[in-house]
């Protein structure tokens, strides 16, 4: 089964028992395990705890009159631990002495770590597959249930890709709504909205999305208790290595961190169809304050507003000597995250700059704006008013310009900035001949779509695409300055 993979299920039964091999796609590899003389398929009892409430263990002796013993299994924070294989011994037939003998019952636990068990009246030892630990149960008219408790800081643990589940719902809380584990690649439109609804309603939950590893399963998620500030949570089998900051926990020493999300907490769904929030805003205030060119970049494409005022204290800070570079970067970030005077200059520099300086701001700066912004310039830098602006700036300038034109610049951008997968007929790479027939392609694309299109952030609300504005002494000090 998935917890328990690497333990070898040998170890602990006949020699004859086997195990299941939970493979990183989420697929039960079923083998047969020897409960006393009988041979019973884990994987079809693992699917019917999934499916329902708790499972009866299968039961070799069914014509005896039973007891049903119920209980759960929990990690070593508390928080429930499913689809693990509980497994029973009469202590007439060795009990607790685990490492010989073979188990007599055997129970899966559902997705709330509970497991139920009929068993003829007697004392049995009771443990989790592929642990040491033991505990007896008296089964009898009035069992108590049972709770058994593992310990996953063991190296042979590491590696368990059915470990998120009970960190993040250890965070959000034993009521909490599970929204769903999202494999790598696969779709969390569902997941993510049901998420929003629980933090809409003020309901606990938590949502997890598996991310590709190198040689460790590595997840992301949310999770939230419904009454304190919401957590960002990601979790790495091998361990993650983090620096001690401000709202930040690892809760079981290295394997899960939980970063809470930044006050006013503003949630979201980004680029990635995953829930977040803006968070680290300390961290990030203190990096703008000595930044340079990459960390000013990195805060735009964060998205968070909230980093706005700190990166125009920077701009006015006399004492902050930026480099050109390092300045050009905080301007570009201020027009990621909507500031209108910035993203105002970049259109002026498209209609009034040098053919060079209008060639660099439409492939590097314009893209990475990115949304309806940047969308509306490709648009019309795809219509024969711009190929003759962009004459007209070629024949101010001296010596000839080996430079591409207006409609390149947007065919390379829109692939850069418009939602993935790109329009039906267009190709990553295209040639001189094809640009026309590509152009009319992503005009009708654009109208066609332009409802949604115009919700994407920054939409660019305010700014003249036209170019009057800049045609004024006053205009405003552009990005190249």
């Known amino acids: 089964m998935r917890l328990f993979l690497r333990y070898g299920c040998g170890i602990f039964l006949a020699a004859s028992a086997s195990c299941l091999a939970f493979a990183q796609g989420g697929g039960l590899h079923a083998y047969p395990l020897t409960i006393a003389g009988q041979q019973v398929n884990i994987a079809e009892q693992q699917a019917a705890a999934s499916n329902s409430g708790t499972k009866s263990a299968a039961n070799p002796y069914s014509g005896q009159n039973t007891v049903q013993a119920q209980g759960r299994v929990v990690d070593q924070f508390g928080a ?136 460790s399963f590595v997840s992301t998620g949310f999770a939230w208790n419904g009454k304190e500030t919401p957590n960002v949570v990601s979790y790495d089998s091998m361990g993650i290595s983090t620096d001690a900051r401000a709202a930040t926990t690892q809760p079981d020493g290295s394997h899960t961190v939980v970063i809470r999300c930044s006050q006013r907490v503003r949630v979201f769904v980004n680029d990635e169809g995953e829930m977040d929030c803006f968070k680290d805003r300390e961290m990030w205030e203190r990096a703008i304050e000595r930044g340079n060119r990459e960390t000013f970049l990195n805060a735009g494409i964060t998205g968070y507003k909230e980093l706005v005022p700190a990166l125009k204290k920077h701009q006015a800070d006399p004492e902050a000597n930026d480099d050109p570079e390092d300045k050009e970067g905080l301007l570009m970030a201020l027009a990621k995250l909507g500031d209108h005077a910035q993203q105002q200059a970049l259109v002026c520099d498209l209609h009034m700059g040098s053919p060079q300086e209008m060639q660099t701001v439409a492939l590097d700066k314009i893209s990475y704006v990115g949304g309806w912004y940047a969308i509306r310039i490709y648009r019309e830098l795809l219509t024969p008013r711009a190929k003759v602006r962009f004459k007209k700036a070629k024949l101010r300038e001296q010596g000839d310009l080996a430079l591409s034109e207006p409609q390149w610049w947007a065919l390379t951008g829109l692939l850069k900035v418009a939602p993935y997968p790109p329009p039906p007929g267009i190709d990553y790479g295209f040639n001189l001949a094809e640009m026309p027939e590509y152009s009319q392609i992503w005009l009708a694309w654009i109208r066609k779509n332009e409802r949604k299109l115009k919700t994407l952030e920054p939409t660019g609300a305010g700014v003249d695409f036209s170019g009057k504005a800049c045609k004024s002494k006053s205009r405003e000090r552009s990005i190249n300055e």
């Open 80 to 215: 429930v631990v499913s689809s693990a294989t509980v497994l029973f011994r009469a202590k007439a037939s060795g009990g607790c002495d685990i490492e010989s003998g073979t188990a007599e019952f055997v129970a899966v636990t559902n997705g709330y770590g509970e497991f139920s068990v009929a068993l003829p009246p007697g004392i049995y030892g009771a443990w989790v597959q592929g642990f040491h630990d033991c505990a007896e149960i008296k089964a009898s008219g009035a069992t108590p249930p049972l709770t058994l408790k593992v310990n996953f800081d063991r190296h042979d643990a590491d590696d368990d890709p059915g470990l998120p589940e009970s960190r993040f719902q250890k965070i959000a809380g034993p009521r909490a709504i599970n929204c769903g584990r999202v494999g790598v690649n696969k779709d969390r439109t569902l997941a993510t909205a049901c998420a929003m609804r629980a933090y809409k309603h003020h309901k606990a939950f938590y949502v997890i999305y598996d991310e590709q590893g190198i040689d």
